[in-house]
């Protein structure tokens, strides 16, 4: 491999990290405040794409309203799932919630490829063309996920760190009861957190969807998204972003020098991270002390 | 309304409580034991694979169930079994013997699956376990010359020094008594201290250390003896099947396990054996179904996951019991019949219980 190869490569795993990293993010905040781990996360990805596919090139409305509208609809889907489905379900047995997750994403798949089908649809986007700077071809979408991911990290980091509602959510992530005894509305807060989640996986989708084609099978970014925050360390975004960084990275030239397990490689590093340091490279939630 | 008066500290630990399980008990022992006189070809095949299915049931149900982790990857573990089995037997070993060391093969890879995850909160475990089961079908296809890759491998008959178990009834008893001994292992596991530390762990992990118990280890010995029940229905899985590939132990596989434990009722023996009924049945309900659809939704792909999805969260959010929840309510409504109260059921208002400490 040459020199050129390896950067090249180098900046697809960036891209495609920064793209997991998306995804990780808005399950770490559902996590952080509710301890749901949403395994249904790359479904949300999957569905905002489609959504975005379905207002800008079928209903003719145009890549930025339509991806717009796809995104708000997908914080309406969010908000919805939890104030109809999950909120039944606090205090449940942790296992039993994961279990409804995945059951969740089994629904969204199949909905999903019954309503446009399981073959895999292009969504032309403004930013498609190619750069070529010191012989490295790098696709301007792939610039633009990394972009988008720092973009949306720093709202997201502005909207908690300054806004009433990111600080209300946020007591509400420590201690809920003690939040609630501060006239924080818990559970409405807690409906928003999957709102925004939701809007986090949509945009995600609309920048993966000029790399990988819109399809159902996106989805299992969600689980490689999981994969990268086990292995960062699931409590902390700066941990769950890193993680998927280093994912992103290692997969492709994984991927290219042996390439008897392509497309999941991901997974056998978080098992070997998981079996060396069961808490993360970063920890952060804490084993339990009596 | 029956009163069990307790005359015996025996009582306590006794298998079968009262007179009529008992005789519920045996006459399901009878019907299983008369069925292949009755029925035969298809029906006993159906059948037989009902019986396998009740020992991946168990084996996952000691997961779930008792010790309260998830694991979306048990149908590696049934291709663990499978493969190293029908391997075995292709080298020409008796498979009284490969049978155990499949078994073995897919209990020794789940306790070190075990181990990564154990310390960790329960989240860790069902994430490993799907990262696993994807990593296992990858590897069961990339690992040709040995497994025979996507192509499938065939499986040899189960024989042993020439003599052959076939399909049919010799087939069936054989499965039968194996899945009998399995129930009593578990019923009598779930009344041992090994069992009842499962349960502590499952309830309250913060009790269950502070009586002393070692939360790791016992989750590790759960793993290991469901993923090798889950292994020995797999090896036996294999010749009902014929023909094993890396798909079909993939993830759907696993989430059809779920399926059954859940929908049979979590943390009992029994409903194990329900939900093993109802995925058996499963199919068949699926087609009766398509029948009412409009032909548009009966004949779209992913109609039946889409089923799969709505039967687990609808019994996750209404009927968390399962089947067999249902069935205690059922004879409760019997046994006392004008005054069954609906409250009797109703499930605390509960709040969000932490798990994470600083």
């Not at chain 2, 041992?192 to 790791?216: H, M, Q, Y």
Request: proline share 3%; hydrophobic share 55%.
């Amino acid at each position: 491999m040459e020199f050129s190869d390896a950067i090249q490569l180098l900046l697809i795993g960036i891209s495609q990290g920064c793209g997991y990293a998306l995804i990780a993010i808005g399950f770490v905040f559902i996590y952080r405040a509710t301890e749901i781990v949403n395994f249904a996360h790359g479904e949300l990805m999957m569905l905002g794409a489609f959504m975005v596919l379905t207002f800008s090139e079928i209903w003719g409305l145009g890549f930025w309203l339509g991806s717009a509208l796809g995104i708000l609809s997908l914080g309406v889907f969010g908000y919805l799932l939890d104030a109809v489905v999950m909120r039944r379900l606090v205090g449940q047995a942790q296992a039993t919630i994961f279990i409804l997750t995945v059951a969740i994403a089994m629904m969204l798949r199949a909905l999903a490829g019954m309503i446009w089908g399981w073959t895999p649809l292009s969504l032309s986007v403004p930013f498609s063309s190619d750069i070529t700077f010191g012989g490295v071809v790098i696709g301007l979408d792939r610039i633009m996920i990394i972009v988008g991911t720092v973009v949306i990290s720093l709202l997201l980091y502005a909207f908690f760190s300054l806004t009433r509602t990111g600080l209300a959510i946020q007591a509400a992530s420590q201690n809920q009861l003690a939040a609630y005894y501060s006239r924080i509305p818990v559970k409405r807060l807690i409906a928003v957190v999957w709102a925004i989640g939701a809007m986090v996986a949509a945009v995600a989708g609309i920048m993966m969807a000029p790399v990988t084609q819109v399809d159902t099978g996106m989805s299992i970014f969600g689980i490689k998204a999981l994969a990268g925050a086990v292995v960062g360390g699931f409590g902390s975004i700066p941990g769950a972003v890193l993680g998927c960084l280093i994912i992103g990275v290692a997969e492709p030239f994984l991927d290219f020098y042996f390439p008897a397990f392509k497309g999941t490689y991901a997974y056998i590093i978080m098992l070997a991270v998981l079996f060396i340091r069961p808490e993360g490279l970063i920890s952060q939630t804490f084993q339990k002390k009596v | 309304m029956q009163v069990l008066f307790k005359t015996n500290y025996d009582q306590d630990i006794n298998y079968l409580v009262d007179r009529g399980e008992r005789v519920r008990v045996l006459l399901a022992l009878a019907l299983a034991l008369i069925a292949p006189l009755v029925v035969g070809g298809y029906f006993l095949s159906e059948l037989t694979m009902f019986l396998v299915y009740i020992i991946a049931g168990l084996g996952l149900m000691v997961l779930v169930g008792f010790t309260g982790m998830v694991s979306f990857g048990h149908g590696a573990f049934l291709g663990i079994g499978a493969y190293t089995h029908s391997v075995l037997l292709g080298y020409g070993l008796p498979f009284f013997i490969t049978l155990p060391a499949g078994a073995l093969a897919a209990g020794l890879i789940g306790a070190a699956l075990g181990r990564a995850a154990s310390k960790m909160h329960g989240f860790y475990m069902a994430i490993a376990t799907l990262a696993f089961a994807i990593v296992v079908e990858t590897g069961i296809g990339a690992w040709e010359h040995v497994t025979g890759g996507h192509m499938g491998l065939s499986v040899p008959p189960m024989a042993a020094f020439g003599w052959e178990v076939t399909a049919g009834p010799l087939q069936y008893y054989l499965i039968l008594a194996l899945v009998v001994f399995c129930i009593w292992g578990v019923a009598n596991l779930m009344r041992s201290p090994t069992g009842r530390a499962f349960v502590a762990v499952r309830d309250s992990e913060t009790s269950a250390r502070s009586l002393g118990l070692n939360i790791a280890r016992t989750r590790i010995k759960a793993f290991f003896i469901s993923a090798m029940l889950t292994g020995l229905a797999g090896g036996l899985l294999s010749h009902l099947v014929f023909y094993l590939s890396p798909e079909s132990f993939g993830v759907n596989e696993s989430l059809k396990l779920l399926l059954m434990v859940i929908v049979g009722g979590l943390g009992t023996i029994t409903g194990a054996i329900f939900g093993a009924v109802f995925v058996s049945i499963l199919p068949n309900l699926i087609n009766l179904l398509q029948n009412f659809l409009p032909s548009s939704i009966a004949e779209a792909a992913g109609l039946e996951q889409l089923l799969f999805g709505a039967i687990i969260s609808g019994f996750i959010m209404f009927e968390p019991e399962g089947l067999y929840g249902r069935w205690r309510k059922l004879r409760l409504f019997i046994e006392t019949f004008p005054y069954y109260k609906r409250a009797t059921f109703t499930r605390q208002k509960r709040y969000l219980k932490t798990e994470r400490f600083r």
